[in-house]
């Protein structure tokens, strides 16, 4: 009875909810493709929709925080970002570091996360997580009572 009730609620919310009132919600994006993740967050920054970081959003998911205005970003409790140099596949399918692409993704980054990079000794290899207090001081603070998703 209680699954019932979600689904119906869930549904009446869907049916009111205007495309003003949408939120998307990143909840464990592991990354990809640098240019896709540009073309899908340009896409994104002009509809003004907030976006909730509610879990992973990893290596070029974090283009986000450059894309997306950050009075329209907000994190969750579960909401961690992970970085790394940018790669390439070299010979054998092995990584090899692309650092234009390293330093143009640093450079893309608020203020905040820059500087937070740089005291966890830059974007290397080795990936590094940004989570909890530190990530809540940068970006507000969400919470998901009524709030309605598009997942990206």
Request: net charge positive.
């Amino acid at each position: 009875m209680k699954i019932l009730a979600l689904l119906l609620t869930s549904a009446i919310l869907l049916v009111c909810a205007s495309e003003s009132h949408a939120v998307v919600r990143i909840a464990n994006d592991r990354g990809g493709l640098i240019q896709r993740y540009l073309d899908r967050y340009d896409q994104l920054k002009d509809t003004g929709q907030t976006v909730v970081i509610d879990g992973l959003c990893a290596s070029a998911c974090t283009i986000v925080l450059s894309k997306i205005p950050s009075n329209r970003i907000c994190v969750t409790e579960k909401a961690a970002l992970a970085f790394h140099a940018a790669w390439d596949l070299g010979p054998r399918g092995r990584h090899i570091t692309n650092q234009e692409a390293t330093r143009t993704m640093y450079l893309m980054y608020p203020a905040p996360v820059r500087n937070w990079v740089s005291t966890q000794g830059g974007l290397s290899p080795r990936m590094i997580f940004l989570r909890g207090p530190k990530l809540e001081n940068m970006f507000a603070r969400c919470y998901l009572d009524a709030a309605i998703f598009l997942r990206l």
